[in-house]
């Protein structure tokens, strides 16, 4: 199975600041990478696709960027609503997998 | 409007069998995977499995590869996931999904969860 590695596990901001979270793929998955938040007690919501492709209802605050085995994923401003957890998962191969989360938490 | 609702929650023994169904509405079933997820308590999400419901080809993480069945009935638009051997760390809430595909629109749903407990 293909491997996806996030960093960090968890980090500390304040609303406006700038956040960033890295996702990196054991081998190449082309642009096939997805990202979602999540919330307590919630399913997962999807953010971005294909790497860099806003899912309709996205804030535009929200952006995803890399190819291969390197991707981003950017919040330029963080809201409050922002506060959750985010995963990156791979669908370049039929056997599915997800990084281990990033908690993004009030500093 | 697309759902996925899931059969209701469920307790069990180690060593039993669960059964986990998961019924679409509002989409051609055979269009989309079905993928099956898991979320123990205060852990992160872990990709279980899929089948496509065209022909019924399922492929698992190599995690569960031999405990996990994945199953589509086409005549009821419902998916089936079967795990078995269950252990405690088998807790969990599971939840059943469309994702985004390589070679299909984009549809991204999810089912409401179902929550699985095991203990003797």
């Known amino acids: 199975d293909i491997q996806m590695t996030q960093s960090p596990s968890a980090l500390s901001a304040s609303a406006g600041d700038r956040v960033t979270i890295s996702c990196r793929a054991s081998?190449?998955?082309?642009?096939?990478l997805a990202w979602y938040q999540q919330k307590p007690g919630k399913a997962p919501k999807l953010l971005i696709y294909?790497?860099?492709n806003l899912e309709s209802g996205v804030p535009s605050r929200f952006n995803g960027s890399g190819s291969g085995t390197e991707f981003t994923l950017t919040i330029s401003s963080l809201q409050p609503d922002d506060f959750a957890t985010y995963y990156c998962q791979q669908y370049d191969s039929h056997k599915r997998t997800f990084g281990q989360g990033t908690k993004v938490e009030v500093k | 409007e697309v759902q996925l609702l899931q059969s209701g929650a469920e307790v069990k023994k180690p060593g039993a069998t669960v059964k986990l169904s998961c019924k679409i509405s509002?989409?051609?079933?055979?269009?989309?995977?079905i993928n099956w997820v898991r979320q123990a308590p205060g852990k992160g999400l872990e990709w279980m499995g899929l089948v496509d419901p065209d022909d019924g080809e399922a492929f698992y993480s190599e995690k569960f590869q031999g405990r996990l069945i994945i199953t589509s009935d086409t005549s009821t638009d419902t998916a089936y996931m079967d795990v078995t051997s269950l252990r405690s760390d088998d807790t969990a809430v599971y939840y059943c999904?469309?994702?985004?595909?390589?070679?299909?629109?984009?549809?991204?749903?999810w089912g409401q969860g179902t929550l699985v407990t095991v203990t003797s």
């Open positions: 081998q190449s998955i082309h642009r096939w």
């Open positions: 509002g989409y051609t079933f055979t269009d989309y995977f």
């Open positions: 999904a469309t994702m985004p595909e390589i070679a299909a629109p984009l549809l991204d749903s």
């Open positions: 294909k790497a860099s």
